[in-house]
């Protein structure tokens, strides 16, 4: 989910700074304290813009430097959890595909690519679909679904799982071809073919 939220902070602007308009002085310091920081509550922080100081800056005589209170406003992404995200795939491994979404990258597990046994064909590379031969291959455009979310202090640490198995999901191609040829019929749990097969016994 995509917020905007106003913050307040304090910020030390260095004397090389001084001959900067103050304004952009400040949003490069806040640039590079928020921006692709990741905070718990709100997520990553996507941009920082609108600084604004309040009242006139302190000089401390044994520093050189002028602090300033201001209040900004920040662009911040948290992933949720059944969150439908469109991303690129950005890189296939064997285990599954990397998409890039934004700032951050998520896993799809092999498993969790297609309704389909699939292969990984390193010559392509892609992976192929045993009977559909849906194929994934770097660059493809694809919708997938978060399915776990696991934040950490950087954007290398963060874990996010996504699957392109439900309906309505996957490559643009895939999602195309389902539109057309309609909802495919509902496979039967163990149990609804253990109890038909029961019925049908008994008839």
Same mark, same amino acid.
């Given at each position: 989910m995509y917020q905007v939220i106003t913050v307040s902070d304090r910020v030390r602007l260095p004397a090389q700074n001084f001959t900067m308009? /103050?304004?952009?002085?400040? #949003?490069q310091i806040l640039r590079e304290r928020y921006e692709r920081r990741i905070d718990k509550e709100n997520g990553i922080v996507l941009s920082v813009w609108n600084v !604004?100081? =309040?009242?006139d800056g302190l000089v401390i005589p044994s520093d050189a430097a002028a602090y300033y209170d201001v209040k900004f406003e920040a662009l911040t992404y948290l992933p949720a959890v059944n969150e439908v995200i469109e991303? =690129? !795939? +950005? =890189?296939l491994v064997e285990f599954g595909a990397f998409l890039q979404m934004g700032s951050l990258e998520g896993l799809v597990h092999l498993s969790q690519i297609a309704n389909d046994f699939l292969t990984y064909n390193? #010559?392509?590379? +892609?992976?192929?679909?045993? =009977?559909?031969?849906k194929s994934l291959k770097k660059g493809d455009h694809v919708l997938a679904k978060i399915s776990t979310v696991s934040l950490k202090p950087s954007l290398s640490?963060?874990?996010?799982? /996504?699957?392109? #198995?439900?309906?309505?999901?996957?490559?643009?191609?895939?999602v195309a071809e389902r539109?057309?040829?309609?909802?495919?019929?509902e496979r039967e749990t163990k149990a609804q073919k253990k109890e038909r097969k029961a019925k049908e016994a008994a008839e």
């Open positions: 308009k /103050l304004t952009d002085g400040l #949003r !604004v100081p =309040e009242g991303a =690129e !795939v +950005a =890189e390193k #010559r392509l590379p +892609a992976f192929v679909g045993k =009977e559909s031969k640490e963060t874990k996010i799982g /996504l699957t392109m #198995r439900p309906e309505g999901l996957g490559k643009d191609e895939w539109e057309k040829s309609g909802p495919s019929p």
